[in-house]
């Protein structure tokens, strides 16, 4: 039975988290407001402000709700979360501040399943607490949506593994105290059990940041942005470092990606959410050539093609959050390629006609819409490209139809008419009844 309504318990922990950040975190965006800041361990000021927020969320147990009571979170499972994360999503800050801020969700979930007890007291519990943060080191400058054409490797020497090369967009590498990271250890291996995941401490020797690279969001400075271009010289790690057995990096990065775009879908209907707010009380407000904008149909047909999508996608995300919860692992897997292509579309659309609305000023640093609108690319690349994902919808999708019997389609009419006739032969043929039939 579909039933969209809230229990009125959890109902309330909305009300109040969507009034905690409207009053209480929206203003971090704007005293902090750099791509890296929330990451910045060492920004003593800002952590000031945060901790007694973090305090706030976990007194009403809105603490990392994305995990289960064994981990400290409220277990909510993802439809909460969905609704939770709408509210998340109007703040740049507000992950962070309710524990739930990426790459660190999907990192603490790879270790939470495949870390030793030593690993989870070392990196899990501070990364829960809010007091580190990590970094997914995945992607090479050689060959980024593909990770067959991944060349950084691991070899075992002795009692450890040898980490040897490039990675490309390490998210907050330079904030991080341990990296997760991909390499093969197999070359000769089939493509999908070529590489291993593994652990690495942020101190370890012969680890190089070649350069932060910053996205045109972040800051325009070649070295200022938090996407780390590293290099891993010859970096030894023990044995017990590995994520997982050989082989089975690509089984540990699916753990973690697949909640973590449905997780940014969520958000990113709390953005388009509040961008849709901002054009609604812009074209209730501006006059031109004698009415409002809100008269003109070219804004009218803006505001009800975005609304349109935004309910559609909302509806999408959620229905993705149910099959997660209610169906085995695996099930949402179409769902959450959907969410994916349809969360940066959305994103850039609704921003787009907010921005335009708004004129000159909707270009500027005066409106939070320019830097939305500039970061609306990343979603269409960070954890992969819409192509791939398209890919993925369109050959899971195929799996459920055969091709046709015959010469013709299926629907091909000549041959059905035919045997509709003769399905209804008695009736149509009955010259006692008037009326005709497509001879
Ligand atoms: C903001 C941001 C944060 C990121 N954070 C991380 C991180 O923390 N860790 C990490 O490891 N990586 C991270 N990434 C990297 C991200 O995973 C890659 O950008 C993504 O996988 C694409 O790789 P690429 O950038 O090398 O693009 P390429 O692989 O060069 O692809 C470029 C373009 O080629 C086309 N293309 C590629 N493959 C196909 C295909 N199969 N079919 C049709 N067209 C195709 C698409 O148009 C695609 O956009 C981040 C990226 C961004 C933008």
């Given at each position: 039975m579909l039933d969209?309504s809230l229990?009125?318990?959890f109902q309330?922990?909305?009300?109040?988290?969507?009034?905690f950040?409207r009053?209480?975190?929206?203003p971090?965006?704007?005293?902090?407001?750099?791509?890296?800041?929330?990451y910045d361990t060492r920004?003593?000021?800002?952590?000031?402000v945060l901790?007694?927020?973090?305090?706030?969320?976990?007194?009403?147990?809105l603490w990392a709700?994305?995990?289960?009571?064994?981990?400290?979170g409220?277990g909510y499972?993802q439809?909460?979360?969905?609704?939770?994360?709408?509210?998340l999503?109007?703040s740049?800050?507000?992950?962070?501040v309710f524990?739930?801020?990426?790459?660190?969700t999907?990192?603490?979930?790879i270790?939470?399943?495949f870390?030793?007890?030593?690993?989870?007291?070392?990196?899990l519990q501070?990364?829960?607490?809010g007091?580190?943060?990590?970094?997914?080191s995945m992607?090479?400058p050689?060959?980024?949506?593909?990770?067959?054409?991944?060349?950084?490797?691991a070899?075992r020497?002795?009692?450890?593994?040898?980490?040897?090369?490039?990675?490309?967009f390490?998210?907050?590498a330079r904030y991080a105290s341990f990296?997760?990271v991909?390499?093969?250890?197999?070359p000769?291996?089939?493509?999908?059990r070529?590489?291993?995941?593994?652990?690495?401490p942020?101190?370890?020797?012969?680890?190089?940041i070649?350069r932060?690279v910053?996205?045109?969001?972040?800051?325009?400075?070649?070295?200022?942005?938090?996407?780390?271009y590293?290099?891993y010289?010859?970096?030894?790690?023990p044995l017990?470092?590995m994520?997982g057995?050989?082989?089975?990096?690509?089984?540990v990065?699916q753990?973690?990606?697949g909640?973590?775009?449905?997780?940014?879908a969520?958000?990113?209907v709390?953005k388009c959410?509040?961008?849709f707010d901002m054009?609604?009380e812009?074209a209730?407000?501006?006059?031109?050539?004698g009415t409002?904008?809100?008269d003109k149909q070219?804004?009218q047909?803006?505001?009800?093609d975005s609304?349109?999508?935004?309910q559609?996608?909302?509806?999408l995300?959620?229905?993705t959050?149910?099959?997660?919860?209610t169906?085995?692992?695996?099930?949402?897997?179409?769902?959450?390629?959907?969410?994916?292509?349809?969360?940066?579309?959305?994103?850039?659309d609704?921003?787009?006609?907010?921005?335009?609305l708004?004129?000159?000023?909707?270009?500027?640093?005066?409106?939070p819409?320019?830097?939305?609108w500039?970061a609306?690319p990343n979603?269409?690349?960070?954890d992969g490209p819409t192509?791939v994902?398209?890919t993925?919808i369109?050959?899971q999708v195929l799996?459920?139809?055969s091709?046709?019997?015959?010469?013709?389609p299926?629907?091909?009419?000549?041959?059905?008419?035919?045997a509709?006739?003769?399905r209804?032969?008695?009736?149509?043929?009955d010259?006692?009844?008037s009326?005709?039939?497509?001879?």
């Open positions: 969209f229990e009125p318990e309330s922990k909305l009300d109040w988290a969507a009034a950040v009053e209480e975190v929206e971090l965006d704007l005293l902090f407001p750099h791509g890296g800041d929330p920004n003593e000021k800002a952590r000031a901790k007694p927020l973090q305090e706030k969320v976990r007194a009403q147990g709700c994305h995990l289960g009571p064994e981990l400290g409220a499972g439809v909460k979360l969905a609704y939770l994360n709408e509210i999503g109007r740049y800050w507000a992950p962070t524990g739930t801020a990426a790459p660190d999907g990192n603490a979930e270790l939470a399943m870390g030793t007890e030593e690993q989870k007291d070392r990196y501070p990364l829960l607490d007091d580190i943060v990590s970094t997914f992607t090479e050689q060959g980024g949506a593909d990770p067959k054409e991944f060349v950084c490797r070899w020497e002795g009692d450890e593994w040898v980490i040897d090369g490039e990675k490309w390490s998210s907050n990296l997760i991909m390499a093969v250890t197999d000769e291996a089939p493509p999908h070529r590489m291993s995941m593994f652990v690495v942020a101190e370890t020797p012969g680890i190089e070649k932060n910053g996205t045109m969001d972040e800051r325009d400075s070649l070295d200022e942005g938090i996407h780390g590293l290099r010289h010859q970096v030894r790690v017990d470092a994520l057995g050989p082989g089975e990096g690509f089984t990065a753990a973690r990606l909640g973590g775009r449905v997780h940014h969520m958000r990113t709390g959410t509040r961008a054009m609604c812009r209730l407000s501006r006059r031109t050539q409002l904008l809100a070219a804004v047909q803006f505001i009800a609304w349109i999508e935004l559609q996608f909302r509806l995300v959620l229905n959050a149910w099959i997660i919860d169906q085995p692992h695996g099930a949402a897997r179409t769902q959450i390629a959907m969410c994916k292509v349809a969360t940066a579309r959305v994103l850039h609704i921003i787009q006609r907010a921005l335009h708004h004129g000159s000023l909707g270009t500027t640093g005066e409106l819409l320019a830097r939305w500039m609306a979603l269409a690349l960070a192509e994902h398209r993925t369109a050959k799996k459920n139809y091709p046709a019997s015959g010469l013709f299926s629907e091909h009419i000549p041959p059905k008419l035919e509709a006739r003769k209804y032969a008695h009736i149509i043929n010259d006692s009844l009326g005709g039939v497509n001879a």
